[in-house]
């Protein structure tokens, strides 16, 4: 068993900050990608930032110049820092990890998500 567990979401205001964090747990041998994906009511599930384990990193074009992603090989976590937040930034963030377990099958991997709102 794989778990992701995500922290960090919140209410902020418009052009605030918030820090996401997830952590990887369980019969792990090794990530591939680790991701960030949200989802707005009424919309589709979509990308928002990913890095490999080599450190590649994939951002939406929304959320370029804006958001960073970082994650710790060492530790299994993946962060995500928002910054110049927008109320279309409004959704619930998802973490995912390509995931290799001890096993070795290959998992994709979701967390619980965690809801970011921010107010105009």
């Known amino acids: 068993q794989v778990q992701l567990v995500e922290s960090g979401g919140g209410l902020v205001q418009a052009g605030g900050s918030l820090r996401l964090s997830c952590v990887a747990s369980?019969?792990?041998?090794?990530?591939?990608?680790m991701g960030w994906y949200r989802q707005a009511p009424g919309k589709q599930r979509e990308l928002v930032a990913a890095v490999t384990s080599g450190g590649s990193t994939n951002y939406a074009d929304s959320v370029k110049g804006r958001f960073t992603i970082s994650r710790d090989n060492v530790k299994n976590t993946v962060n995500l820092q928002m910054n110049s937040l927008k109320p279309e930034d409004t959704a619930v963030y998802y973490c995912?990890?390509?995931?290799?377990?001890?096993?070795?099958?290959?998992?994709?991997?979701w967390g619980q998500g965690t809801l970011v709102t921010v107010s105009s």
């Open positions: 995912n990890a390509e995931v290799r377990t001890s096993t070795l099958r290959y998992l994709e991997v």
């Open positions: 369980g019969s792990i041998f090794s990530i591939n990608a």
